[in-house]
């Protein structure tokens, strides 16, 4: 390789990329999108719907991904500004590292919504959109419960627990025991299994509680991404079972994953707590709406989510994130 | 006795013209920030805006200081891994300290000075480890610093968990927080710290003994031994100022983030190594200065600005950084073997 | 002159042993000031050691030394040059990065102010132009120091040492990687710094240099000084004795007699554009052929050609054992055709691994065995031992012993024995003997000797015409990438003279 070479090399690299935005800048409003990562469906699922929702509304979205670095998307809330966006919608890792994102926008005039993670307190201006996560999980647990006392009988329940450095993960958590303190009558706890949102962790803690507690009959995970361990270890423990069947664990999920989705249509589960991808999209895009036609926005802005169960699978399907993924790998 | 008449010079002139033009990477890199920032501002005008170059120029600055550090390591033909990691334990230990949300000298006004203090002290400590089992232990650098990386990243997010709740540390002082975009009169604080950096460097490589030394121990530690140079000392010197360095860096970042983190800069080891070689230090000693370094970020962080600018997807941007890091490594490789005769 | 009574530097009673094993034992000498030292000795007899003791890289268990009647007590490098003794390194310690001004001064640069470290540039210049002017170095203290040649390295080198005013200097092999211009400007440069009564001291393994040049020779043996004389007092065989320890009957072997001549390898015509022009020659079985030449006469090239290392897309045919052969490195091994090559320490040999894995390499690549065949670890042993044996290889332990651990010599015979475990039929040389010890060089003539006396043919390339005509059945000379003639033995010995005139003609007619 010579230096002619390499730099021809260089200028037909500088050119290829220069292509894909030549038909740049015709849609009204330009929508920078700001993820930290694609690391799980959830926010794949949330990415695309962000993508195809823009497109619908004749926007035109520049993605930005800063894979889990904040100095990095820090510098890229910055070029945004400088490119002169609309509006940004942003998904940061850290709760304070956003902060100085959030005062460059609100100096620039530029609207800010916060995807699905609520930023740090702070006198800067921002909007965030967020599942209500102790209200699904509350209403997830109820329609489990009901479950529960319409087969009667008495429940040892085991709950799997996020990271509690995550506020989700504590709402969660909160939502499961707001319902369960009322019902012991039918549920007793016994195990809680910290899992920190991993996946080896979570496999290694259910075990031993179903080693501990092996009538364990009851559970509920705070994430769908956990699905296939719980299923690993309730097959090593005898329990995976159908609705219906001998044995069958009363199960409920939360996200509404594909893997979620499948194991609800298959009898495993029998409730998951969704957040409506969808129309957490919608009410982000909607504020930066209502923030430019100068309408006053409230600082955090809740998806109620829904519980989807058996008896309204098939009604309810066609909103549940988890199931368009399900349908597009299946065919 | 047949005995060996001179060697004709065959390939003597093509050797040196290829040495030439590969010892002058300065050209290359100016020539591809030419054309990249035509190609990107036919693309997306308003890029060549002075608002814009002014913002890369400014954006830089911790990067180039970060760069200078590991410079420092990469002449003696060392390399220091741990920069990044580094970077992490400094911002969370000052934040720890600088902290209105519980910090030890929270409201004091000694905050600010201990703060700055933290940051190079912990950055020159880690970096002196490094450089004590180089020189002393003789032990492989990249195995040093890779061990120390995981060492000290592992103690910055145990450190930041057990002073707070969450993983990060926010609510600095604003007295701090302006070292990241404040001004002293018209110019930006950090451009004024940087040029001290970029100064005091370039003297030192250039106009010391000390630096002249870092070259000599690069190309050949023993004939430095034997020529008088203290290897030790001087080896323990740049990765000690290659920590402290990192430690300056972390300070600008995190006055910029307002936060303090672990994982303060923990994606920017490829980008701090990368643009030294871009520039034109040697991954294998001996070779480079500050002026390479400030290429090798002004390139690196253009290209970056640049696809960020277009909005391409970050598999994209790394794909494209990492070719042009692979490429100049090569190029690095080339010029060894032609120039250098060292193999 | 009154030097005469106190010797410029002298050293006496020195031992020295690395861990536990004595290496120097009571050597002693002395040098008087304008004097031509020479310090001979094979591999391992202590020359370096010896060395890096005078010039405060090592220091001795025992013994004192003395310069200008003066006790000298060096501790490390730097002590040596202050006291006035120049040590030039056998690896020049060149820093290729930097100019020729820093490679001068890098130790004792001229500081702007005495106490801060800042480098005054222009004294560094003034200073390193005068020294190159000293010997006659023709650069700019600016020049990078990676375009120079070898040959102005080692004088920037010796520069650098004179410029501190030794009163001593000390040269370890200095014209290893020099060529023959550059020799004679070297010992013109030494000439003159004799004649500045500055002492000298010069190891090499080029008997005659040291011969033609010294005024007295140290030979070194098994770390113990054996010989201190004048140098006219001495002849060749006596300091070859002196090195190896034993009377030097003959240095060669009988060469073989040749029976019926049955063609191994026949090359006709062989020609390769800028490399080889209508080459033909034969050799037989049992036959040495030598192949004399300059450098850059293509002798090494013909070599590379036959076995298929470099392309051969020119004309000319090249026939094995009667067949037509169009050679790759693969199929010559698979062939029976060994070449051991010029760069024997790169190319030749796995210095960490064992011998009997070393041995064995080619075995491995050889006839009837590929990837998928298991190695039969036990077979592998018998051959290496076979192969150790006939070779006189002297190590402790074949399977377990990395190659490194083995002398000089006996690392050569191993790169040779490799190839002999398949019993090959051709067998290439090329500059078998190049840098190693007279002792070493003896074992691998008797070796050469026997395997033509086995009925293999031999191809041996080289540049000491002594060791062609002490060898060869024939020798073929080349030069310019031709055969410009065929000398046959005739009563046991060769025309020197006249392969030298037709070696160098042609680059005359050339020139």
Excluded at chain 1, 12 to 24: E, K, Q, R, T, W
Excluded at chain 1, 38 to 45: G, H, R
Aim: with cysteine; proline share 4%.
């Amino acid at each position: 390789m010579n230096r002619r070479e390499f730099t021809k090399a260089a200028l037909l690299g500088a050119v290829a990329a220069g292509l894909p935005i030549a038909s740049f800048a015709q849609g009204s409003r330009t929508i920078a999108v700001m993820f930290d990562s694609l690391q799980s469906p959830f926010w794949i699922s949330s990415f695309d719907a962000f993508k195809a929702e823009i497109a619908e509304r004749g926007w035109t979205m520049l993605e930005n991904i800063s894979n889990l670095d904040d100095s990095r998307q820090f510098q890229q809330v910055q070029s945004m500004i400088e490119r002169g966006v609309d509006g940004i919608v942003i998904v940061q890792t850290d709760a304070n590292a956003v902060i100085p994102a959030i005062r460059a926008a609100n100096a620039a005039g530029i609207p800010m919504v916060h995807y699905n993670r609520p930023p740090a307190e702070s006198d800067a201006k921002s909007v965030a959109v967020q599942a209500d996560n102790r209200t699904i999980m509350r209403d997830t647990v109820t329609a489990l419960v009901e479950e529960a006392k319409k087969q009667g009988g008495k429940y040892k329940a085991a709950l799997l627990i996020g990271d509690l450095g995550d506020q989700n993960a504590i709402a969660r958590r909160d939502g499961f025991f707001d319902v369960v303190d009322q019902n012991t009558d039918t549920v007793e706890v016994v195990a809680r299994i910290a899992t920190e949102w991993n996946a080896d962790v979570a496999f290694a803690g259910l075990t031993n509680a179903l080693q501990a507690n092996p009538d364990i009959n009851f559970l509920v995970t705070s994430s769908d991404f956990l699905h296939p361990q719980i299923e690993q270890a309730l097959k090593v423990a005898g329990k995976w079972h159908k609705r219906g069947e001998e044995g069958h664990v009363l199960f409920a999920g939360f996200d509404g994953d594909e893997g979620g989705y499948a194991r609800l249509a298959d009898g495993y589960l029998d409730a998951v707590g969704v957040q409506n991808v969808f129309f957490e999209v919608d009410l982000t895009l909607n504020a930066l709406q209502d923030m430019w036609d100068g309408k006053e926005v409230d600082d955090l802005l809740l998806d109620p989510g829904f519980v989807i169960t058996p008896y309204n699978f098939e009604e309810k399907r066609d909103e549940m994130w988890g199931y368009l993924v399900w349908k597009s790998q299946n065919g | 006795m047949v005995s060996d008449t001179t060697v004709p010079p065959r390939k003597q002139g093509y050797r040196v013209l290829i040495a030439r033009l590969l010892s002058e990477p300065a050209f290359t890199v100016i020539g591809l920030l030419v054309v990249y920032t035509l190609a990107v501002t036919a693309a997306v005008p308003g890029f060549l805006g002075a608002g814009t170059l002014s913002a890369i120029f400014i954006s830089l600055l911790p990067l180039l200081i970060a760069v200078i550090g590991q410079s420092f390591v990469m002449i003696v033909a060392g390399i220091d891994l741990s920069v990044t990691a580094t970077m992490g334990l400094t911002s969370v230990i000052a934040g720890s300290v600088m902290t209105a949300n519980g910090g030890y000298l929270a409201d004091s006004a000694l905050a600010v000075p201990v703060g700055i203090f933290c940051f190079l002290f912990f950055g020159a400590l880690v970096g002196l480890f490094n450089g004590l089992c180089v020189a002393f232990i003789r032990m492989p650098p990249f195995i040093v610093t890779l061990a120390t990386m995981m060492f000290v990243s592992g103690a910055a997010v145990l450190y930041s968990s057990w002073h707070t709740t969450s993983v990060s540390i926010g609510g600095l002082p604003s007295g701090f927080t302006r070292i990241g975009y404040g001004t002293i009169g018209p110019i930006a604080f950090a451009l004024i710290l940087t040029v001290l950096v970029v100064v005091a460097a370039d003297f030192g490589l250039r106009r010391t003994t000390w630096g002249r030394w870092l070259f000599a121990i690069g190309n050949n530690p023993t004939a430095a031994l034997i020529s008088g140079v203290p290897v030790r000392a001087v080896q323990v010197s740049a990765y000690t100022l290659c920590g402290t360095c990192a430690g300056l860096s972390a300070m600008i970042y995190s006055a910029r983030l307002e936060t303090g983190t672990p994982v303060l800069s923990q994606n920017l080891l490829l980008d701090i190594i990368g643009s030294a070689v871009i520039g034109g230090v040697s991954l294998f000693g001996g070779r480079g200065s500050v002026l390479a370094a400030f290429l090798g970020v002004l390139l690196l962080t253009v290209i970056d600005k640049g696809m960020q600018f277009i909005g391409l997807t970050l598999f994209v941007v790394l794909s494209v950084k990492g070719a042009i890091i692979l490429l100049a490594a090569v190029l690095d490789a080339l010029r060894l073997r032609y120039a250098e005769g060292k193999s | 002159m009154d030097a005469k009574a106190v010797p410029l530097f002298e050293c006496s009673g020195i031992n020295k042993s690395f861990s536990g094993t004595q290496v120097l034992f009571d050597v002693g000498f002395a040098i008087k000031a304008g004097e031509f030292l020479g310090v001979i000795g094979e591999n391992g007899s202590g020359k370096s050691t010896t060395m890096n003791i005078i010039g405060g890289i090592l220091r001795p268990d025992s013994g004192e030394m003395r310069l200008n009647g003066d006790a000298y007590v060096p501790t490390q490098p730097n002590d040596a040059m202050e006291a006035g003794i120049g040590f030039i390194h056998q690896e020049l310690n060149i820093f290729g990065n930097m100019s020729v001004a820093d490679n001068m001064m890098i130790g004792r640069y001229p500081r702007r102010w005495e106490k801060l470290p800042f480098i005054n540039h222009r004294a560094k210049r003034l200073a390193t132009a005068e020294a190159l002017k000293r010997v006659g170095l023709d650069v700019s203290p600016d020049a990078p120091c990676w375009s120079l040649a070898p040959g102005e390295r080692q004088l920037l080198e010796i520069a650098k040492v004179v410029s501190q005013n030794p009163r001593m200097i000390i040269f370890d092999e200095p014209t290893t990687s020099l060529t023959e211009p550059e020799c004679r400007r070297l010992f013109e440069v030494i000439a003159d710094l004799q004649a500045q009564g500055i002492g000298i001291v010069y190891i090499s393994h080029v008997l005659s240099d040291v011969q033609r040049l010294s005024d007295r020779i140290v030979v070194l043996r098994d770390g113990h000084a054996v010989k201190s004389t004048a140098t006219r007092d001495l002849t060749r065989d006596g300091i070859v004795e002196a090195m190896v320890g034993r009377p030097v009957s003959q240095l060669y072997p009988d060469v073989p007699p040749l029976g019926e001549r049955r063609p191994v390898i026949e090359v006709q015509g062989l020609t390769q554009p800028r490399v080889l022009k209508d080459v033909s020659f034969s050799i037989a079985a049992g036959e040495v052929l030598g192949v004399a030449g300059l450098m850059g006469s293509g002798r090494s090239e013909l070599a590379r050609i036959l076995f298929g290392l470099d392309p051969h897309d020119g004309t000319g045919t090249i026939s094995y054992e009667g067949a037509p052969f169009d050679p790759s490195p693969r199929d010559c091994v698979s062939k029976r055709m060994a070449f051991l090559t010029e760069d024997r320490r790169h190319e030749g040999l796995l210095l960490t691994q064992s011998l009997t894995t070393n041995l064995e390499l080619v075995h491995l690549s050889g006839a009837g065995s590929g990837a998928h065949v298991p190695v039969d670890r036990k077979q592998q042993v018998s051959n290496a031992e076979d192969v150790a044996h006939r070779l006189r290889i002297k190590a402790r332990d074949l399977v377990r012993l990395p190659a490194k651990s083995l002398s000089g010599g006996n690392q050569q015979k191993v790169v040779l024995g490799k190839w002999l475990v398949d019993a090959p039929r051709l067998f290439i040389l090329d500059e078998p003997t190049r840098g190693i010890d007279v002792g070493a060089k003896e074992e691998i003539y008797r070796v050469i000797a026997e395997l033509a006396g086995q009925g293999l043919a031999v191809m041996l390339i080289s540049s000491e015409l002594e060791e062609l005509a002490g060898l060869s059945h024939r020798i073929m000379v080349m030069s310019r990438g031709m055969n410009v003639g065929v000398f046959e033995r005739q009563d046991g010995g060769f025309d020197r003279a006249a392969i030298m005139a037709r070696a160098t003609a042609a680059d005359v007619e050339a020139a």
